[in-house]
């Protein structure tokens, strides 16, 4: 007799390569097609289809028509954080590909990286925990949520508070970090706090990578607003590279 969901068939379809490949990719934080996650799987447009079908039924992944091109995506956050939990626990357990372990690319995913849409890496980390010593979460009947102390320091940046909490998913949460093995801040003002670091020219995506690159200046900016009373003043945001 078994206790609980049977977890075997969402199991297996994370498991399978091709899959496993598309819905890492997904975990940028973009909507791609079929035929961008085939090249990027190794597979072709048809086998990637059936794949993305079946993710799609198991409710791991949403896609949305737009004209002639359908766009498939990570379906929601809680999907998010299973994937970035499986991440850590393949990190932890050294399964993770040589590329990833020695490539020049690893340094900067795990400085800071995108993690469906809020901070993650080292610098995700050094924010929640700079943010929490500084008492901005407290614990309610909800969970985690935020102070009177964090929502003066949030709103320092322009964010709009009162809009957070109408949200319809949490204000705020933590997410296991795969790299750092610590959390990082997750919810609706972990996504508000990864546009902003953008908007501010903090931060930049890095095209087909979940790399979020912070300059010197931007990394300084972060961690003085984190640190000081009054925020570093906003730069210009830069374009993103188209590759």
């Known amino acids: 007799m078994r206790d ?3 977890i075997t068939t ?5 498991g399978d390569q091709a899959r496993a490949q598309a819905l890492t990719l997904l975990m940028a934080g973009r909507a791609l097609t079929a035929t961008e996650l085939a090249d990027a799987a190794g597979v072709t447009r048809q086998t990637i289809s059936t794949h993305l079908a079946k993710l799609v039924d198991a409710g791991l992944l949403a896609v949305q028509a737009q004209g002639r091109h359908r766009y498939f995506s990570i379906a929601d956050a809680d999907v998010a954080a299973l994937l970035e939990t499986l991440m850590g626990m393949a990190f932890g357990a050294g399964t993770l590909p040589l590329h990833l372990k020695l490539g020049p690319s690893a340094p900067a995913l795990r400085k800071a990286r995108v993690c469906y849409d809020h901070l993650a890496g080292e610098l995700g980390v050094v924010l929640h925990d700079r943010l929490a010593a500084r008492g901005a979460f407290g614990f309610g009947a ?5 102070t009177t102390a964090g929502a003066s320091r949030i709103g320092q940046l322009g964010i709009d508070i009162p809009a957070l909490a109408r949200s319809r998913r949490p204000v705020c949460r933590t997410c296991l970090d795969w790299s750092e093995r610590r959390h990082h801040l997750a919810g609706a003002l972990g996504s508000a706090l990864l546009d902003r670091f953008e908007q501010l020219g903090w931060a930049r995506r890095v095209a087909g990578s979940r ?6 200046q931007g990394e300084a900016a972060l961690r003085g607003w984190l640190d000081q009373v009054s925020p570093p003043p ?3 945001c830069r374009p993103s590279p188209s590759s």
């Open 4 to 6: 609980g969901p049977n």
């Open 10 to 14: 969402i199991a297996a379809l994370i």
């Open 142 to 146: 909800d969970g985690m949520v935020l």
């Open 211 to 216: 790399v979020m690159a912070f300059d010197a």
């Open 234 to 236: 906003a730069r210009p």
